[in-house]
């Protein structure tokens, strides 16, 4: 019985030296290892439940800071950039006014990029997560429906905000989102409809709460809503909306409104001078209506910028310039094996060239280079070589692949 009583206990939760792993001796009395695990895990939670925000601004970035980062990763496009930059900056801004007694009240800046695929706005949206010091999502606008349909609820946008936020309401009510593919949800018809449109109107109708600013019941999980789910309101009124889409087939549109033709020879067109190559650049509010967007959302993202078709010169520097740029990546996928790659300059200009020919945009290349390549990627990290040379001859030989027998590329 003495034995018993003079065991050593841990002073905190009683456990005798024989129950516990380790039991430390202190000046009062002992603590054993499960109690000191578990005031590590009280004392990490209440750090964490008081430390500074992960998204906190410690300097605001100006505009034509914004637009250098971005020009480490984007090539050209610098009116979209700047566009980009300003509207950004104006959300930070916004920011720092807010909850302050002031006459003026900022309204927030939606913004809307405009331009044919693979010319760079999803990849300019997911340059500036980079920088921004701000809960950043992207989402799919060709999931989302009208509630009652397959698919995804409108709030669904708000969940992926959310959980880049942690579940932290105040943090991505401050946050900013891109919709990509916003033109796949245009009207399909110029009348509006009297029943639901699945994938047009209806959805358009949904994101005006977004965009315009209030509460909105957000399903945590996203995805469809139940009655039985418990929401997360979530106020929409600092929250930056940034909006993308290729708008495939609005050029005639514009053609239409100037009275020009994209084909051909006209004489209003040389009388106005119109780049009959870069119409998209002449792009106005009315046009997306006309495309299929619905005033209110048109009027709901006031900044309208385009983005250029990526010409040859374009595309053959951002072959190589970025600091992501796709030859670098394969550069250093193969020296990670010990390799040394080298591409030979002509086959540079026969990437760019087949790009073109495809009309794919920066988007295109990936897909060539990955066409050329395969085959080395996969003999090379077992062979004994230290070095591999891509010559045209080669590049020529690895597209013409896919093509019927006796057929090569020119």
Known sequence: MAEKHNKKRCSFCGRSEDKVEMLMTGIEGYICNHCVEQAYTILRDEQMLHSESHFEMT???????????LDNYVIGQDEAK??????????????????????????????????STGTGKTLLARTI?????????????????????????IESILTRLLQVADYKVEEAERGIVFIDEIDKIARK??????TRD????????????????????????????HPDQKMIPVNTKNILFICGGAFDGIEKKIAQRLNAHVVGFDSVQNKLNIDSKDVMKYVTPQDLRSFGLIPEIVGRLPILTSLRPLDRNALRNILTEPKNSIIKQYLKLMEMDGVELTFEPEVLDFIVD?????????????????TIMM???????????????????????QLSKGLPEGVMYS
């Open 198 to 225: 699945v994938s047009g109107e209806g959805v358009q109708q949904g994101l005006l709460k977004l965009l315009e600013g209030s509460v909105v019941n957000v399903p945590p999980q996203g995805g469809r809503k």
């Open 354 to 370: 087949k790009a073109v020919e495809y009309k794919l945009g920066a988007r295109g290349l990936r897909s060539i280079v990955e």
């Open 59 to 69: 300097e605001l970035p100006k505009p034509v800071d914004i637009k250098a980062f």
């Open 82 to 115: 700047c566009a980009l930059a300003v509207s950004v900056y104006n959300h930070y801004k916004r920011l720092m006014q807010s909850g302050k007694d002031d006459d003026v009240e900022i309204e927030k800046s939606n913004i809307i990029m405009v331009g």
């Open 189 to 194: 018809s110029d009348n509006p409809s009297i």
């Open 129 to 153: 997560a980079r920088l921004l010091k701000v809960p950043f999502t992207i989402v799919d606008a060709t999931v989302l429906t009208e509630a009652g349909y397959v698919g995804e609820d």
């Open 375 to 397: 085959e080395k990627m996969y003999e090379v990290p077992s062979g004994d070589d230290k070095t591999c040379v891509i010559t045209k001859d080669y590049a020529e030989k």
